[in-house]
């Protein structure tokens, strides 16, 4: 009899238990899911930032080859992540999403003092081609004015002899 009675106690305690556990699930899913949206909308926005850095440099001139790796790289990573999303590996694609970030660390930084160097160079190139124009001129300019001189006073002793 007494075994009846610790056995009822224990399925229903196992019942109670089993219920509370699967009541507890969706919430502790919802909680995970949520975390992993935005840490997705996170990392997509900073993609874009990093895009459009990146697109500054470009324009700037810089050579933008290793940023175009390290976003190909962190894209890939966050591709991953909303392909684990979207099967329902929300821890995964919050890990992915984690990493695609952390691949893109200093980034920003990076593309705006390659897009700075670049016009730097831009700058110190239009002034050199803008000098070496005006010294090319006037020493064409002075160099003609010479070369009359010269023969002006050539044929001018000549015409005397």
Known sequence: MRFKVISKSFVLFSVLFLL??????????????????SELASTQSKLV????????????????????STLNVAGSLFSQAELAYSSGNFSGAEALAVQSQNELGNFVSTASSLQHAAAQ????????????????????IVGSFVVWALLKHKYARAGEK
């Open 121 to 140: 160079k831009q700058n110190i190139d239009f002034y050199l081609n803008f000098v070496a124009s005006i010294v090319g001129t006037v020493a064409v």
């Open 49 to 68: 930032e990093c895009f459009n850095a990146a697109k500054a440099a470009e324009e700037a001139g810089a050579n933008i080859s290793e940023l175009t």
């Open 20 to 37: 509370l556990v699967t009541g507890c699930l969706p919430a502790f899913a919802r909680a995970d899911q949520s975390s992993a949206s």
